[in-house]
């Protein structure tokens, strides 16, 4: 167990290992205090990763006046910046789901890292959507959309965790997650809230909130009911489908003329 001055810090680090490409504490050989502290920051991870993103399209966008190129450039950069986990998990349970065996055989098909044919179509619809929702937003709305879609999904990953049970066909750290979460993980979510506000004005807070909530609730209901509880897998796929939604509903707020 850590000691000194970092040590405070490492629910911090843990948060950024797990949801980032930067590095943090060794996964594996983490306590659960560790773990569920890290809960607590993923909206800020997830805003920060949202920000970092927005920041990239900003200066693309200023430099060379091409929309599209920073639209792709944001969606090619969150790849490797994730590690590619919520694309993956999106693909893997779409497939597993979608393949009509029996319980076991999903539960089988679920715990595998290789997706099927058809959970590759979905991860790739997925992130042309992702491309499309970005370039539809206005240039200036999409700082402001990245920082609350990357706030709100990952606060979703912590409601998932909290309100469904555990599918226990995996092990390691999202049984803990999912055993250890709590609402008094979801409180700062707020910073991603306010800076919305800040960016998009009054209306596109609540659309957000609704375009992540909405989505991922659905999507851990869909899981559960094919697997009994949620997974690793599902853990990662909620980071992509709340951001998918938190996007759409920005985009309709913006395109309405409500903001």
Known sequence: MPRGPAAPLAPLRMAFELLTCLPGPAVP????????????????????????????????????????LACGLVVALGLPATRARPVRGLMVLSGALFAGRDHEGLAQLAAREQPTAFGLLTGMAGLLLKYALLLALPGEARLGALVLAGGLSRAAIVWVCWRFPYANIDTGVAGWLVTLAGPRDLWLVLPALVAGLLLLGPSAVPAALAGAWLPTHAFARWVTRGLSGVTAHACEATAEVGELGTLAAVAAVLSLGLA
């Open 29 to 68: 050989q983490s306590t659960p205090g560790r773990l569920v502290g890290s809960l607590l920051w993923f909206p800020v991870v997830g805003a920060a990763l949202g920000a970092a993103l927005g920041l990239v399209e900003l200066g693309v966008r200023t430099a060379t006046h091409q929309h599209a």
